[in-house]
């Protein structure tokens, strides 16, 4: 479980700061999209407070006697849903990129026949594959910690059981 551990407090350190940021300084153009900006930042909002319960968790888990907060195991359950769902979402959308990238330049190249500087990333297959692997990478990232977290609070429940006993 030390492991685990490891690898799962960098996991959420690295989401928190990465989605956290993003999320902060994304604010203001999501809600000047209207509905679909609000529940874009409702489900990614999920991965910080995800992350801030896992911390929460591993801190408990380091140290018996600071005591889990009565929210944190409804925050890696509950909140985990929603951040597996945008985990995997952007794996999906990762593996979409890397699989389908002729066809979306493609797309792209008939759709913008003016294409400005952010169309213009979307016509070399290269830069295609490499978006492509970044959605991968923050995919993965999102859905072993989550992963991780749920099955660290199984295991520290099933710890502070048999303590009890």
């Known amino acids: 479980m030390k492991t685990a551990l490891k ?3 960098a ?25 679909g900006g609000t529940l874009c930042l409702v489900l990614l909002s999920s991965v910080p407070l995800h992350c801030y319960a896992g911390l ?7 140290n018996s006697a600071v005591k889990l907060s009565s929210q944190a195991p409804v925050g890696i359950r509950f909140v985990g849903l929603a951040a597996q769902l945008c985990g995997l979402a952007l794996i999906f959308v990762g593996l979409v990129l890397l699989g389908y990238a002729k066809e979306i330049i493609s797309v792209v190249k008939e759709q913008h026949t003016q294409p400005d500087e952010m169309v213009k990333l979307f016509t ?7 978006f492509g692997g970044f959605f991968l990478f923050l995919g993965l990232c999102i859905s072993v910690c989550v992963f991780l977290n749920i099955r660290l609070l199984r295991w520290y ?9």
């Open 7 to 9: 690898v799962a407090s």
């Open 11 to 35: 996991l959420t350190w690295f989401n928190l700061v990465w989605w956290g940021l993003g999320l902060v300084q994304s604010v203001p153009g999501l809600f000047r999209m209207g509905p």
């Open 56 to 62: 929460q968790l591993h801190r408990s888990i380091r």
């Open 124 to 130: 070399d297959t290269k830069n295609v594959h490499a």
């Open 157 to 165: 429940y099933l710890v502070k059981q048999s303590d009890v006993s």
